[in-house]
């Protein structure tokens, strides 16, 4: 069979590594109640997010894989009450990413580190709201009960120019990630003879 | 009495479930609809025999509905964070919760897979995520094995303070190390079922819509349309 298609065995991965990536978001997702962390969760992903991902582009080095990875991540948000802008988000950086990681071959360490950043900026599309539909997002919080300090100390953190700085945090944290990732992949995975 | 729904039609409550519920608004119509909405999920889980989980679901929900109306305004700083914590959890997250249990439990994987065929979707897809549904529940009791295990080596919270990472590291790896296994595992005895063959899947799960499924269908689309228009 053609080795740079997806197999099942493929597939079957990209599974169980969706699994685990979703649990790394949803961690991340519920700091995001101390207001600080809506901030940095990309950072917070990003770190967390590190080793199952190295783990998953060394068990599958083959094109398309991280696009589906997206999709259905970010799928899974959108069911469990994200908007719906995380699926596009999910859909086209997992590609972004997917064509990064192609250029360098699945090999090198440069283009893995770019193509993580690359991919943990998907999760700007679930933060999306807070910028494009500020009013009504906020609106929202209100009739729902957020109390003022919590809106406050959120909308203090979500001013304008805060957003590139929050695309800015989820490439450093991805920086992080992938660094830690390889970091304990070289420590254990590869002396247990995993990779 | 046992009723048997298509779970494309346990796939489009939730995603209306996905969209109205977790949308916090409590003013205006949404008053009605959602207590009104909410009574799906109930309803479903009785008439599939599930009688513990719907009378629990029902009144959490009811409680934390009436708390974040009645209780939420009445009180201030702290307790009110506390509190609409709470009840926003039970009255909007919860009711999809229930409905994405509703979904895993009843559904068979084999039929689960008939039906996204019959949705013409890629194989590509299919197979990831008919994984993901069987994994989650692994994830967790693995997890749960290896924090204990954890605790009895006296690797807690307590060295967390003083090098977190070794927490991420003491549970992240071991976890990736048995997640690894068991999908080496699936995917052999997935291939032995034939998995990996790309001719198409026949399977023995009838799939199709009945007339449960038009009037759940109606019912949630319609509550989806109330709630946009309005």
Redesign the interface.
Known sequence: MDNQKLNTKDLINIGIFSVLYFIMFFISGMLGYIPVFVVVLPLVLGVLGGIPFTLFLTKTGKFGAVTIMGILVSVLCFLVGQSWISIIFGVVFGFLADLIFKAGKYKSWKFTVIGYCVFTEWVIGSMLPMWIMRDVYFEAYRTQGGTEEYIGSVMNLTSGFMLPAVVVIGFIGGILGVYLGRAVLKKHFQKAGIV | MNLRLDPRTKLLI??VF?IVM??????GVNVYLKPALSLLPFILLVLSGKNKAAFGYISAFLISWTG?LVL??MVHGGL??CF??V??LGS??FP?GVT?YYLITTTQISEFVAAMQKMHIS???I??????FR??PT?AEEAEAISRAMRMRGIGLQGAKKNP?TL??YR??P???C??G??ND??AA??TRG??NMRERTSICRTGFQKPDILFAILVLSGLSVFIIF
Do not use: C, H, Y
């Open positions: 939730l995603t996905s977790i949308d916090g608004d409590t003013a974040n939420v305004p009110k964070i609409s914590l009840f926003q909007r997250w999809s994405g194989e590509k897809f197979i990831p995520f008919s994984v993901m994994f989650f994830v990472i991420l590291e992240m790896v976890l990736m190390m997640v690894v068991i999908g699936l995917s997935a291939l998995l990996g």
